[in-house]
């Protein structure tokens, strides 16, 4: 049983104002796995006054000892991989080769990146007689969701830090541990107090009064269009900065060539990954109509050879994160059965075998229309479904199809075809053949938000444009800025 019940404030650990806990249930069991204290108002205070006292210490720093902070910081991540992992399995059901892998290692690689931004960052440059100048923001509010929570923590504090702007991180309280564990690797690696904090809790009592204040200049939010629209809303008052990576219902194009079954079967896996709880998950798959058959016939068949159970095993599926995410997945998919959709393999209720945990049954739906639920809707679980297309065209305007803009996919093998298609998705992350790149800007069109995160592209929010007119005398305009 894990007992968090400590704040980071200041450069150390203190009780929070109140005496007051958070349970948090671990979904593989249904049980209480431990407790986090629950912030307040009060303690957004005292952290928001430790960020603004430390910022003008940390802003004036020179880049190669923010670079040697986040070094030192990466040196004790590495020490606390297993931690971070364990942290994750229990927390939100992440099996143990995900939380050792992508959901640990992606937290990792976002840290090196920036560090290697860092070092090259244009801070400033002259453009004729004028200096253009990027300074760091000032204090950021940091507000991070559960499905994927050591990631999201790294894209926006190292971004942060390295930037030179101080934070105050809100974890979610569904999923705290890993935000724990990190402030300590943050405390191990010596940063400077007031640069980090930590304040756990819930979104009224922490997040709200942490959008709302008058002395942080920035919030960076990630989770659902509604939530997300809340902290707008919040934030508006103080005219503050806002950034957001919401929801989405991402399209996943698959072309017609001898590849089709193989990348039918790897979006399948994609999906169904994490649960399916990934905001850029490739949910909608879209097929050539004249083979919709062949196409049924390879999902079912991917999505039935999903082992799901135990995270700590070698279940390739744990999970879903909470008894109410468990509730709505299982809503949506008796509301596509109910809306006429065909059910090619899962459906309602848990996996054969499973009578404890809020498991769901990979799930694959086709005949599926642009009016129905399941179509249109964030399902935030492992339910898939497919829709035919006539041409590309067809098919583009199908993906362009809804108010979501994170995320596309294309899978085929001619390359300039899925160039041409990915140019045409309105998204603001899209993959050809499941490529990746950490310095691949991250962010959404319409409704899944605004701002850009990782690489060079997460630094870009962090920080204001200051223009410095004459600068320069107009003779001297090559010089270099002093």
């Known amino acids: 049983m894990r007992e968090y019940l400590e704040l980071y404030v200041d450069g150390r650990w203190t009780a929070p104002a109140g005496p007051h806990t958070i349970d948090v249930v671990n979904p593989a069991t249904e049980q209480v796995c431990g407790k986090v204290a629950a912030g307040s108002a009060v303690d957004v205070d005292r952290a928001v006054a430790a960020a603004r006292g430390a910022f003008a210490g940390w802003s004036g720093t020179a880049v190669k000892d923010r670079v040697a902070v986040l070094q030192d910081i990466a040196e004790k991540y ?13 927390e939100m059901g992440a099996p143990a080769a995900l939380a050792g892998g992508a959901q640990v290692q992606l937290g990792l690689g976002h840290l090196t990146t920036a560090v290697e931004i860092l070092r090259n960052f244009a801070f400033e440059e002259r453009r004729g007689t004028t200096l253009v100048v990027r300074e760091p923001i ?10 994927w929570p050591l990631n999201q923590i790294a894209v926006k504090v190292f971004p942060a830090l390295a930037t030179g702007c101080t934070t105050v991180l809100k974890p979610s309280e569904k999923a705290p541990f890993t935000g724990q564990v990190f402030a300590e690797i943050l405390d191990a690696a010596g940063v400077p107090a007031g640069v980090f904090n930590l304040v756990q809790g819930d979104g009224p009592g922490v997040g709200v009064p942490l959008a709302r204040h008058e002395d942080v200049d920035m919030v960076s939010f990630t989770g659902s269009v509604r939530a997300g629209a809340d902290v707008a809303r919040n934030a508006a008052a103080t005219v503050k900065r806002v950034t957001q990576e919401l929801g989405g219902k991402s399209p996943n194009i698959v072309l017609d060539d001898d590849a089709f079954a193989a990348n039918v079967g790897k979006g399948v896996a994609a999906l169904m990954g994490n649960s399916g709880q990934t905001c850029s ?42 008894a109410a995410q468990f509730e709505k997945v ?86 300039g075809t899925a160039r041409a298609v990915a140019r045409r998705i309105r998204a603001g992350w899209v993959t050809i053949n ?36 004459g600068y320069a005398p107009a003779d001297d305009d090559d010089r270099p800025a002093q």
């Open 78 to 90: 590495r020490e606390r991989t297993g931690d971070l992992a364990d942290a994750l399995t229990e």
């Open 281 to 322: 998950a490739p949910s909608r798959m879209l097929v050539p109509a004249a083979r919709m058959a062949e196409a049924v016939e390879a999902a079912g068949r991917a999505a039935a050879a999903i082992t799901v159970g135990d995270p700590r095993g070698p279940a390739a599926m744990g999970p879903v994160s909470s």
């Open 330 to 415: 299982q809503a949506m998919i008796q509301r596509g059965i109910d809306e006429g959709a065909t059910l090619v393999t899962g459906g309602t209720g848990r996996p054969e075998g499973l009578e404890r945990g809020y498991y769901v049954r990979p799930t694959v739906f086709a005949d599926v229309t642009q009016d129905m639920t399941v179509a249109r809707e964030e399902i935030f679980g492992p339910v898939l479904t497919l829709h035919g297309y006539d041409d590309l065209d067809h098919a583009v305007r199908l993906a362009n199809d809804t108010q979501y803009g994170l995320a596309g996919h294309v899978a085929g093998q001619d390359l």
């Open 434 to 469: 499941e490529g990746f790149d950490f310095g691949c800007p991250f962010g959404g069109y319409k409704r899944s938000g605004n701002g850009r995160e990782w690489g060079e592209f997460g630094f870009h929010d962090y920080l204001e444009v200051k223009g410095i007119a």
């Open 138 to 147: 000032g204090v950021c509010g940091l507000i991070t969701p559960w499905n």
